[in-house]
């Protein structure tokens, strides 16, 4: 047992195998059955000698109950409690963070509840299966998010399951969007309080609309062209996607996104086709796609009071005056 180490000695107690316990300062050392044995080794530079030629076989280490060296029963041990070295044992983690790490031991049960609520929305087991899966990853600390990367964090053999729930599959995209919209406002929201006389203007929820960009390197990504990448901060090789986030006091959240697909893609049939972009599809521009999204959230009644967005959307004067006309404030 370790009695106690300093950047200059470490003693170290044993107790013979016989049952017999002595002292030992080397060679030819020896003791009665009551008497306590040591080893007193030097430590400097992280070297031990724990190979020392005079500790035999019948010497074993053992350790001794916390009782024990308190209450200082052993020759030249002072308790614990005096050691000025040593530092009472204290949890050094912090409270808040340690909530948070409870939260976060609880996501992988909360991912699979929220799984059976979309599960209706895939028409076949496998790319219901397969949709787990993907998102397990896609919460993962893999590098990359490639097919072949999510197949072998899934353990699949290949990455065809997971490359065909993103394209042929067949399951209702619209409704897995609502519902996860309505489980993330149902955690979201909390009960509205009563307002009283003095109260001032709520602020929250709120709707805030942004765009991201994401680099390629290639050009069959559907709506990928040279465009400003707000990722990078310049133009380059680039999808784009408007998102909107739904924001109260508790937290916020995505609800809703939409591609944006540049009007020379629209134009072009050949290569619509070969990047499955339906017919239906017609050109909108950003603020357009921004608008469509607040709609939706319009039609699912949930409360906003106001909608912020940056100078791409706030600079477009029709989007500003439908969104006054909706009695909602934008910044």
């Given at each position: 047992?370790v ?13 013979s ?29 992280s ?5 020392s ?14 009782e ?5 029963k ?8 005096k ?21 976060v ?28 899966l ?10 990359r ?75 069959h ?16 090789n ?25 009007e ?17 599809l ?50």
């Open positions: 047992m009695q106690g180490m300093s950047s200059q000695k470490l003693t170290i107690w044993f107790q195998q016989t049952g017999s316990t002595g002292h030992s300062d080397g060679p030819g050392g020896g003791g009665s059955d009551h008497q306590q044995y040591h080893y007193s080794g030097t430590f400097i530079s070297h031990i000698p724990w190979n030629p005079w500790i035999t076989n019948d010497l074993v280490p053992f350790s001794l109950g916390c024990t060296l308190e209450t200082g052993l020759p030249g041990v002072c308790p614990i409690s050691e000025k070295r040593m530092r009472p044992f204290q949890s050094t983690t912090d409270p808040q963070l340690q909530a948070f790490l409870q939260q031991s609880r996501w992988p049960l909360a991912l699979r509840d929220l799984h059976q609520r979309i599960a209706a929305c895939f028409a076949r087991p496998e790319p219901r299966r397969h949709a787990l993907y998102l397990q990853a896609i919460l993962s600390d893999i590098p998010k490639n097919g072949w990367q999510i197949a072998e964090h899934a353990r699949l053999a290949s990455p065809s399951g997971i490359q065909r729930l993103l394209s042929r599959a067949v399951w209702d995209e619209a409704a897995v969007r609502d519902a996860l919209r309505s489980a993330l406002v149902q955690t979201l929201l909390s009960p509205a309080p009563v307002p009283t006389p003095t109260e001032a203007e709520p602020l929250f929820p709120i709707l805030v609309i942004d765009e991201s960009g994401f680099p390629k390197r290639g050009t990504s559907a709506g990928v062209q040279p465009q400003y990448c707000g990722v990078s901060g310049r133009v380059e680039c999808q784009v996607g408007v998102f909107l986030s739904y924001v109260t006091a508790l937290g916020h959240g995505l609800i809703d996104r939409e591609v944006y697909v540049p020379q893609w629209c134009c072009d049939p050949a290569r619509r086709q070969a990047a499955h972009i339906p017919a239906s017609t050109f909108r521009t950003k603020p357009e796609l921004a608008q469509r999204m607040i709609q939706r959230t319009q039609s699912a009644h949930l409360p906003i009071c106001w909608v912020v967005a940056d100078t791409v959307y706030g600079h477009c004067p029709d989007l500003r005056q439908w969104v006054e006309e909706q009695a909602t404030p934008m910044r």
